[in-house]
């Protein structure tokens, strides 16, 4: 006679307490979907760049090395007693050279020295022109236009001195898509106080409203990948 073994029942779990593991998970996988979602990579990487071009305006040395016109330019002008940063907003920054007269009353000529620093510029901010665009702004001092001139205003004169600065940009191999230009007039009280310039001497602030500043703003190249 056969000995039949009794087999241990298997007690089946119908309770549904299986499923509480496998719903943690999901709560963990939407959380982690919701905060992904919700990060804004595109304001992160803007701010990264912003943060990394004003680094490159300020810096005493020139970390990345460019060529202009076949010649390479790797003088670390000693600039941080002149050159001038402001973050506007997020989409613009203000650049000015602090107490530099950029032109002879009447001319649109660029005064050598200032050449310069304009070269300096140009390699600090070449880089980043795949995001940013040149806005250049140029001044007068407050000396009315003597009649018989080829500009019939201080503001015509100031858009001709804005023009001479783009075209020696354009020199330095800066594209003419990524520069724009204005003629701002004379220079007036509150930007010579935004500049610091602090004097009584009329001749000295006449010197010093014929200057150029420089907005970048924010305008990346069309058809680059974000």
């Known amino acids: 006679m056969r000995e039949l073994k009794l087999r241990k029942t298997v007690e089946l779990d119908t309770d549904g307490s299986w499923a509480i593991s496998y719903g943690d998970m999901i709560t963990v996988l939407l ?12 304001k992160e990487k803007e701010e990264l760049i912003n943060s990394s071009l004003i680094d490159s305006l300020t810096s005493k040395e020139i970390i990345t090395k460019m060529k202009f016109s076949n010649k390479e330019l ?7 007693s002149a050159v001038e940063v402001q973050q506007l907003d997020k989409d613009n920054i203000l650049v000015f050279f602090k107490g530099k007269s950029f032109f002879k009353s009447g001319k649109t000529k ?12 140009a390699v600090r901010v070449g880089p980043f022109l795949g995001e940013y665009k040149i806005i250049v702004q140029s001044y007068t001092d407050s000396n009315p236009v003597s009649p018989g001139r080829r500009y019939r205003d201080n503001t015509e004169l100031a858009m001709l001195r804005s023009l001479s600065i783009m075209r020696y940009l354009q020199k330095l191999d800066i594209d003419s898509d990524r520069i ?15 500049m610091g310039i602090e004097t009584t001497d009329d001749e000295v602030i006449k010197s010093m409203q014929r200057t150029a500043s420089f907005i970048l703003r924010r305008a990346p190249l069309k058809g680059m990948v974000p």
């Open 31 to 42: 959380a982690f979907f919701v905060m992904f979602f919700s990060v804004d990579f595109q």
């Open 180 to 194: 724009e230009i204005t003629g701002k007039g004379i220079l007036n009280e509150k930007i010579l106080n935004l």
């Open 74 to 80: 790797l003088k670390g002008l000693d600039q941080e």
């Open 110 to 121: 660029i005064l050598e020295e200032m050449k310069k620093l304009i070269d300096d510029f």
